[in-house]
C-alpha cells in the first residue's frame, strides 16, 4: 500500500466534516484540502532526499547506477589492495567529492591529484610523525600497487612502435651502460642521443658494434631489444647514433617500483660486519666505516633501491650505507646491499643497490620525490 495512502489515514480520521447532499461547497473545501495536503506529502519527500548536503554523494550515486561500491571493491581487490588499502581509499573519494570514483583504480591524473591533496592534508594534521608516516606510506603503497597492476603490458612487434623522447639504456656490446633517449623513429632506422662516459665525452663507437637497448614503461615493465650501429648523424640538431630497426622486443621483469632519474651527490661508507664473542655466544653487529666515505652520484632511485656511479666501486653482496639530500635540501640516509656491479669504462663503476633498511621519513622522502609530490 503507499505510503501516501497511510499517511493521509490519519488525516482522515481526525478530520471530521458534515454536509449535506445539496451543499457542494462542502465537498470542494474537502477536495481542495486533500489535494493541498498530497502536494505538502510530495514536496516534503523530495526535500528529506536531497537534504544530505551539497555535491554527489557516493552512496546516493550507488542507487542510481553510476557508480557500484560493489564493483569498486572487486576491482581494488582484484588489484591486490587489502581491506584497509579498499577502506582508506574510500575515505579518499568521501573527503575530496570524487565523482566517478572508479577512476582512482587506473595510473589516472586523478588519482595523481589526489595523492598530493591527500599527502597534503595529512602533514596539516596535529597528529604525531610516526602516525603521518604511516598513513602517507600507506597511500604510497596503494599508488604502487595500481601503477603495477591496472596497466595492461603493452605488445610490441618491433621498434618502429617507439616514439621519440623514450628514455632508454644503450649496453654495447663488450661492456658499460649509458643513459640515452631516443630522437626520431625514422622509416627505416632508430635515431638515439648520443650518450656521454664519465669523463663527460661523447661515447662513441664503431660502425656496425651491436647494442643492447632497454626501456621501461611508467609502470615499472621492462623491454629490451638488439640492434647494430650504421652511423652518425645530426637529427633535429642533436648528435645522434643512427640503428637499424628491431623486429624483435623482448618483455624482461617487471620493476616492483616506479624509477626516476635524479643525478645528484651522494656520499656511500662499507657496511662491515663485526663478530662479538666466543662459541655459542658469539653476536654480529653492523658497522658502519665512517672513515671510508666516497663521493658518489645517485643516477636513478625508487622506493625499493637506486643506481649509484661511482670512480670506487663495492663489489656485488656487499653491504652500503648511503647518504644524499633530496630536492627540498633534506638529507636522507639508507642502508643497502650492492645487488649488481658493472664497471664504466676507463674507469669505476655502476653500483644496482637494493635496500635493506631505511625508515618511513626517509622512505616518504624519496616516494615524494618520484611522484612529484611535495612535502614540508
Known sequence: MSPFFHAFIPFAQVTQFSWKESDPTSVYVFIGIFIAFIIFLVFASRTGAGSGGGGIHPDSVQRTGRFSKRAFRRKARDLGLSRYQIS???NLYRQF???NPM???SSSKQMDAVLKK??????????SEAIRENQKLTLYRIKQLIERNSQKKTIYTGTSQLKSGLTVALTPEGGGRYQSRIISVLRDSIAFA????SSGQEARWKKGTKLKVFFWKPNGQGY??????NGYASIRGVPSIIASHSHSIIQAQQRQFRRKSIDKPAYFYPVRIL???LGKNVQKRAYVDSGRHTLSTIIDISAGGCSIRTAHPLGENELIKVEFETERGNMVSFFGKVKHMRKVKPYGGM???MFTRISKRNLNRINSYVYGITES
Do not use: Q
Request: hydrophobic content about 50%; glycine content about 6%.
Open 88 to 90: 582508506t581509499l574510500e
Open 97 to 99: 567529492r570524487i565523482v
Open 103 to 105: 577512476a582512482l583504480l
Open 118 to 127: 591527500a599527502v597534503t592534508s595529512i602533514d596539516a594534521l596535529g597528529t
Open 194 to 197: 648520443i650518450p656521454y662516459n
Open 224 to 229: 629490451s631489444f638488439f640492434t647494430k650501429i
Open 275 to 277: 663478530s662479538e664473542g
Open 351 to 353: 653500483m644496482h643497490i
